[in-house]
């Protein structure tokens, strides 16, 4: 599975929608507020294996949260 830059930055869009702060995801998958950060610009891939915590976390599926479907479970274009 390759490593993910998620287009839109869904990542920031979850967390900021359930009002979350950076911190709380950092606690999530382990890793500081500047690996999340560059997640969610997209300057760092999300590695494969933080994909399905996060995914749960939100509760979406692991291809929306990597940009591989919407939220309908549709391939994104």
Not at 44 to 59: G, N, R, S, V, Y
Request: positive net charge; glycine residues 6%.
């Amino acid at each position: 599975m390759p490593t993910s830059t998620i287009p839109q930055n869904r990542l920031k869009e979850l967390r900021l929608a359930q009002q979350q702060k950076r911190h709380h995801i950092s606690a999530i998958v382990a890793r500081d507020t500047v690996t999340v950060s560059r997640w969610e610009a997209g300057t760092t891939p999300i590695p494969p294996k933080f994909l399905k915590p996060l995914a749960e976390h939100f509760d979406v599926r692991v291809g929306y949260l990597a940009g591989w479907e919407d939220k309908n479970g549709k391939e994104a274009a």
